[in-house]
């Protein structure tokens, strides 16, 4: 009898201790997976060309980008931040492709109905979760270029 109720107390014991660490693991999980995900969108001053750039320009990275059923390359030269700093966040690493501009019509239509070559600098705020999309927050028009 002794030995019975020994065995049933070692398996309850043992049944709580899973059940605590199983609990443990889930409330691990939770805590940390919402936390690693940004809460809002990362803004970025992108400054760049399309589908290409003049021989001398120093490309950082290459963006493909869509709208209106158009695909098209963004080549960038330069990422910031609003206040001029530096980003090293490079969107080609998210892993989805393309990236679909968004924001108002004129804008949409100005980078994606844009020629080859063309020069492009805006600010973006970088929608990386989910379909990664890019909305258009302030485009600016580049100076014209010098023959």
């Known amino acids: 009898m002794q030995r019975i109720m020994r065995s049933s107390f070692t398996r309850s014991v043992s049944l ?6 199983l609990a443990g693991i889930g409330r691990a ?7 690693d995900l940004p809460q809002q969108p990362t803004l970025y001053i992108i400054r760049g060309y399309l589908d290409q750039a003049p021989p001398d320009a120093k490309i950082m990275d290459r ?8 695909n098209r390359t963004l080549l960038v030269t330069w990422y910031g931040t609003p206040g001029e700093t530096m980003l090293d ?3 080609s690493r998210v892993m989805a ?18 020629p080859p070559g063309s020069e492009i600098e ?25 023959s």
């Open 29 to 35: 999980a939770a805590t940390i997976w919402p936390f």
């Open 16 to 21: 709580v201790a899973v059940a605590f660490m």
């Open 89 to 91: 966040r490079y969107l």
């Open 97 to 114: 492709h393309p990236y679909s501009i968004r924001g108002a019509k004129e804008d949409v239509s100005r980078i994606i109905d844009a």
């Open 122 to 146: 805006g600010t973006f705020a970088a929608y990386t979760n989910g379909p990664p999309s890019l909305l258009i927050t302030d485009l600016q028009r580049p100076p014209p270029r010098s």
């Open 63 to 70: 963006i493909e980008i869509s709208a209106n059923h158009k």
